[in-house]
């Protein structure tokens, strides 16, 4: 195994951004690459075998075209980076960096962070319904939310309309006092928090007051038809195959719909279907819908919730292949005492 040194350049005002404080992503990418780091002035010195010493190398030619971009660098795109690094694809970091959406209250920018966020995201802005499937912290809806506020001020929409399945996340929550909007506000303050975070409280209540912007749980859909608005049903696996449907065949003209679920968390009743399920089944040769599947390594929360999704997906996919195992060791053993 052949040795390489190799000296990169990074001037003074970066260093802070792309090494991290007390220098974390740089520790981060030598563990990764199994690479040494040496730094003198602005120079920054790497030892290791050849083909490590390349990929850190382009990795840290990633973060940096990404500072330069003015973009405050997380632990998330090291992460990805180094990811990238070991598919053969770290060019795309930069590219998915140019997608701006919006701009928060605060005027953060609103970005895809992954590969698949952008795919979702072009799918949203291409097709008129867009079915967005993955797990926790994927950014599923705050995406979708993005895209519906941008729709909306550009007046492409006239309204906006969010709506979720009141159901409770595996436990009974029990009487709620007060009226009818103090009894759904549980359910739907994710869909509030992300409008105050991009639209600002004042905005969104002016709006609310107008009825350009509804909030509301899935069963107030029935009966209606919705034209001319940006529509969100967030949490859809535990819609039941009816409303699935229902929700659907309201779809006017001049409106744009996206589904997001996520099937690995269903609080519908033991033994139910869930809507989403079928519709992906009924729907997945219709042309004019995208289905857009994002995983473990487009989560952009912080990197332990990451790392729970990805051994969650591990434990469940152990137990089917254990539960498979199981039903072939009955199989056989009836096979014999046949």
Known sequence: MSL?????DIPAEHMTNVFGQFDIYLKKVERAF??????RENKMKLLGAERDVQKASRVFAQLFALSQRGSQITEQNVD?????TFEEKESALVEIDKELICHTISGA????????????????????IVFGLGPAGTGKTYLAMAMAITAFKKEEVSRIILTRPAIEAGEKLGFLPGDLQSKVDPYLRPLYDALHQIMGPDSFQRNMEKGLIEVAPLAYMRGRT???AFIILDEAQNTTPAQMKMFLTRIGFGSKVVVTGDATQKDLAPG???????????????????ICRLTSSDVVRHPLVQKIVKAYEDYEKQEKRGSK??????????????
Do not use: C, F, H, W
């Open 4 to 8: 390489m040194e190799t000296v990169i």
């Open 34 to 39: 199994g690479v040494t780091v040496a730094m």
């Open 272 to 290: 139910s279907v869930s809507g989403l399920d079928v519709a992906l089944r009924v729907l997945r040769n219709v042309e004019e819908i995208g």
């Open 226 to 228: 919705l034209d001319n």
């Open 80 to 84: 990805y980076a180094i990811a990238l």
């Open 325 to 338: 195992e199981r039903d072939r060791n009955r199989e056989r053993g009836r096979g014999r005492r046949g």
């Open 109 to 128: 920018p609103v970005k895809p962070k992954t590969l698949g966020q952008r795919n979702y995201v072009e799918e949203i802005r291409s097709k008129m």
